[in-house]
C-alpha cells in the first residue's frame, strides 16, 4: 500500500465550517471575520473583553538541535494538541505562519505532517489570509519614506552611510542580499549601498508578534531605529512620522488566524519570525488568546532549544507575563543517530554506538530545560518504523537518569491517537510545581547576558567581539539600550555558532560579528558565525516539486 503525502491527506479531509469551530471555543460573531468557510481572523478586542478570564496552561515545544534527518516538531505540536483533546482536555494549538521562502525553498510546507496537520494546509503554506504581505508592504513603506526623506532635502540629517533599515521580500532570494539603488539621475532618489532581508526577518515581523494590541504596535513601530546622523544620533519611526501608515497597513493583519487540525482542534496560526534570524515564535496576541479560551495552549519555538525556546522564553514569555507549565523535546532516534556521526544513508540501521554519542545533544537540552528555566520536560521520540527496541530503550534510559520520562509519539501515522501517551504525561507534568527562571538578568550588561547565553545555554566558554561589533555595543551603552534582551542570530545546526559540530560540543567561544538594535520590538540581536537575514535557495529547490493543475489542485507541497 503506497503511502499518501501529506498534501493528499489534507486535500482528503473533512474541514469543519470555521464559524463552528469558533463557536466550540466560545468565540461570539462579533468577533469573527470570516475568510471563506475555512479560515476566520478573529478580533483582538476579545482579549480586552476577556481579561478577567483565568489562563490556561502553556505548554512549550521544542526539539533537538535539527538535522536532515528530520525532527518533527510541529508535526508533534499539532499532534499533542490532538491527543489532549482525546482525553477529554479543552486545547487549543498556536503556531507560526510559514514562510514562502522555506516552502519554495528546502522545506516545502509547515503546517505539520501526516495525520497530525492544520488546515487548509495549501492556504496556510502559501498566501494564508495576507499577513506577510501587510507586514513587507509596512516594511518597505518606511524604507521608501527613508529615501524620500533624504531626496526632499534630508531635513533629520539622516548619514546615508548609517542606513539600518533594508527592504524585504519573503523569499529566499541571495540575489538580493546587497544591492546599490538611487541609480540613473537626480530625479531617481541618492544613489547608496542597500540590501533586503527576507520579511520574517524584519522588526516589523518582530513587532508585529510582541504587541499586545493596535496602539502597542504603533507606539512599538515608532520607537524603531532605521538611520544614524553623522554625529551618532538615532533617527526613529516616529521622527518620520511614519508609524500611523504603518499600523494602517497592519490593521487587519494583527487580527490572529483561526484555523483547524484534521480533528478540528482550533488552532491559531499567526506571525513567523525564523528563530535563527529573528525571535522564533507565534504572536504574543495568538498564544493569549489560546490560553484565555482553552485548558492547554500548545505552542512552539522555532529550531532547537538553544535557539527557539531560549527566546520563547526570554524574549517573549518575559515582555508578556507568561509563565509555562511543561516543555516537550522533540527527538527522532535517526537524528540522535546523526548527532554521533552516523551517514545519512545508514540512519535506518541499528547503531547503538552512534545514537549513544549523538545523545548528548538531547540531553544538553534537557538539562538546559531543567535547571537553567526551572521547567519540568517530557521527551517525544517520533517514532520510525526502523528504530530498534534496544536504541528506543537507550534513548528511555539516558532520559529517567535526569528525571524525565519519554513518550513514543505516532501521531504523524496515528493523528491524536497516537499522542495520547504523550498528552497524559504533559498533563501530569503540569501539575508539578515547577522554579520557572530566566536565563539572564536584564539588570546585567548586553555582554553579561551574551555570555549567559553561550555559557549557560550552549555551554560554550563565552564570547568574542569582533572591532564592529564593540564599536556598536559602546554605541548601544551609550544610548541607553544596555538593559534590552538579547536577540541570538546562530546556526540552528549545533550549540555553538559552527553548524559542523554537532552533538554537544565543548572548548569553543561564540564570535559576536554585529550588533542591530530592534528598538521596536525591544531587544538586541547578535549576529554570529555566517548567519544570513536573506537566505538563499539550495541547488534543487522545493518550488521544482510544486506544481497546479487546471483544476486548481496544488501538489508538492510535501
Given at each position: 500500500m503506497s503511502i499518501k503525502s501529506d498534501i493528499e491527506i489534507a486535500q482528503e479531509a473533512k474541514i469543519e465550517n470555521i464559524k463552528n469551530i469558533a463557536t466550540s471555543i466560545g468565540i461570539e460573531d462579533k468577533y469573527i471575520e470570516l475568510y471563506g468557510n475555512t479560515k476566520a481572523k478573529i478580533s483582538y478586542n476579545l482579549l480586552k473583553d476577556k481579561q478577567d478570564t483565568p489562563?490556561?496552561?502553556?505548554?512549550?515545544?521544542?526539539?533537538?538541535?535539527?538535522?536532515?534527518?528530520?525532527?518533527?516538531?510541529?508535526?508533534?505540536?499539532?499532534?499533542?494538541?490532538?491527543?489532549?483533546?482525546?482525553?477529554?482536555?479543552?486545547?487549543?494549538?498556536?503556531?507560526?505562519?510559514?514562510?514562502?521562502?522555506?516552502?519554495?525553498?528546502?522545506?516545502?510546507?509547515?503546517?505539520?505532517?501526516?495525520?497530525?496537520?492544520?488546515?487548509?494546509?495549501?492556504?496556510?503554506?502559501?498566501?494564508?489570509?495576507?499577513?506577510?504581505?501587510?507586514?513587507?508592504?509596512?516594511?518597505?513603506?518606511?524604507?521608501?519614506?527613508?529615501?524620500?526623506?533624504?531626496?526632499?532635502?534630508?531635513?533629520?540629517?539622516?548619514?546615508?552611510?548609517?542606513?539600518t533599515w533594508k527592504r524585504v521580500v519573503d523569499m529566499n532570494d541571495r540575489q538580493l542580499r546587497n544591492i546599490v539603488n538611487g541609480i540613473g539621475g537626480r530625479v531617481n532618489g541618492v544613489p547608496r549601498?542597500?540590501?533586503?532581508?527576507?520579511?520574517?526577518?524584519?522588526?516589523?515581523?518582530?513587532?508585529?508578534?510582541?504587541?499586545?494590541?493596535?496602539?502597542?504596535?504603533?507606539?512599538?513601530?515608532?520607537?524603531?531605529?532605521?538611520?544614524?546622523?553623522?554625529?551618532?544620533?538615532?533617527?526613529?519611526?516616529?521622527?518620520?512620522?511614519?508609524?500611523?501608515?504603518?499600523?494602517?497597513?497592519?490593521?487587519?493583519?494583527?487580527?490572529?488566524?483561526?484555523?483547524?487540525?484534521?480533528?478540528?482542534?482550533?488552532?491559531?496560526?499567526?506571525?513567523?519570525?525564523?528563530?535563527?534570524?529573528?525571535?522564533?515564535?507565534?504572536?504574543?496576541?495568538?498564544?493569549?488568546?489560546?490560553?484565555?479560551?482553552?485548558?492547554?495552549?500548545?505552542?512552539?519555538?522555532?529550531?532547537?532549544?538553544?535557539?527557539g525556546l531560549e527566546k520563547l522564553i526570554d524574549i517573549k514569555c518575559r515582555m508578556a507575563g507568561l509563565t509555562p507549565s511543561a516543555v516537550v523535546v522533540v527527538a527522532t532516534v535517526r537524528a540522535l543517530k546523526h548527532h554521533g556521526g552516523a551517514a545519512k544513508d545508514k540512519l535506518g540501521q541499528e547503531d547503538l554506538v552512534a545514537l549513544e554519542k549523538g545523545l548528548p545533544n538531547l540531553l544538553q537540552h534537557i538539562e538546559n530545560i531543567k535547571t537553567v528555566f526551572g521547567l519540568p520536560a517530557v521527551v517525544a521520540i517520533n517514532r520510525f518504523p526502523t528504530d530498534s527496541e534496544a536504541e528506543l530503550k537507550l534513548v528511555e534510559d539516558k532520559c529517567k537518569e535526569l528525571?524525565?520520562?519519554?513518550?513514543?509519539?505516532?501521531?504523524?501515522?496515528?493523528?491524536?491517537?497516537?499522542?495520547?501517551?504523550?498528552?497524559?504525561?504533559?498533563?501530569?507534568?503540569?501539575?508539578?510545581?515547577?522554579?520557572?527562571?530566566?536565563?539572564?538578568?536584564?539588570?546585567?550588561?548586553?555582554?553579561?547576558?551574551?555570555?549567559?547565553?553561550?555559557?549557560?545555554?550552549?555551554?560554550?566558554?563565552?564570547?568574542?567581539f569582533t572591532a564592529e561589533a564593540k564599536k556598536q555595543l559602546a554605541l548601544f551603552n551609550n544610548l541607553g539600550f544596555d538593559k534590552l534582551p538579547i536577540c541570538m542570530a546562530k546556526t540552528q545546526y549545533s550549540f555553538s555558532d559552527n553548524p559542523a559540530l554537532l552533538g554537544a560540543p565543548r572548548n569553543f567561544k561564540i564570535t559576536i560579528k554585529n550588533l542591530k538594535l530592534s528598538a521596536g520590538a525591544g531587544f538586541i540581536v547578535a549576529l554570529t558565525g555566517d548567519i544570513m537575514t536573506m537566505p538563499g535557495l539550495p541547488k534543487i529547490p522545493a518550488s521544482e516539486r510544486i506544481d497546479v493543475d487546471a483544476l486548481g489542485n496544488i501538489s508538492g507541497l510535501f
Open positions: 489562563d490556561g496552561k502553556l505548554i512549550l515545544v521544542s526539539a533537538i538541535s535539527p538535522t536532515p534527518a528530520g525532527e518533527g516538531k510541529t508535526t508533534t505540536t499539532v499532534g499533542l494538541a490532538d491527543g489532549l483533546r482525546k482525553i477529554g482536555k479543552k486545547s487549543i494549538v498556536a503556531l507560526r505562519e510559514p514562510s514562502l521562502g522555506p516552502v519554495f525553498g528546502v522545506k516545502g510546507g509547515a503546517a505539520g505532517g501526516g495525520y497530525a496537520q492544520v488546515l487548509p494546509m495549501e492556504d496556510i503554506n502559501l498566501h494564508f489570509t495576507g499577513d506577510f504581505h501587510a507586514i513587507g508592504a509596512a516594511n518597505n513603506l518606511l524604507a521608501a519614506l527613508i529615501d524620500n526623506h533624504i531626496f526632499q532635502g534630508n531635513q533629520l540629517g539622516i548619514d546615508c552611510r548609517r542606513i549601498e542597500d540590501g533586503f532581508d527576507i520579511t520574517v526577518a524584519s522588526e516589523v515581523m518582530a513587532v508585529f508578534c510582541l504587541a499586545n494590541d493596535i496602539e502597542d504596535l504603533k507606539a512599538r513601530l515608532a520607537k524603531i531605529v532605521v538611520a544614524y546622523t553623522r554625529e551618532e544620533h538615532p533617527i526613529t519611526v516616529g521622527m518620520l512620522n511614519a508609524q500611523g501608515a504603518m499600523a494602517a497597513l497592519l490593521k487587519d493583519a494583527i487580527k490572529p488566524n483561526l484555523v483547524q487540525t484534521l480533528e478540528q482542534t482550533p488552532a491559531f496560526i499567526h506571525g513567523g519570525p525564523f528563530a535563527n534570524i529573528a525571535h522564533g515564535c507565534n504572536s504574543i496576541i495568538a498564544t493569549k488568546m489560546a490560553l484565555k479560551l482553552g485548558d492547554y495552549a500548545v505552542t512552539e519555538g522555532g529550531f532547537g532549544a538553544d535557539l528525571g524525565v520520562n519519554v513518550a513514543l509519539s505516532e501521531v504523524w501515522s496515528k493523528g491524536g491517537e497516537g499522542g495520547i501517551e504523550l498528552a497524559k504525561e504533559v498533563v501530569r507534568l503540569c501539575e508539578e510545581p515547577n522554579n520557572f527562571s530566566y536565563c539572564y538578568d536584564l539588570d546585567m550588561s548586553l555582554e553579561d547576558k551574551l555570555n549567559a547565553i553561550v555559557k549557560r545555554i550552549y555551554r560554550g566558554d563565552g564570547v568574542e
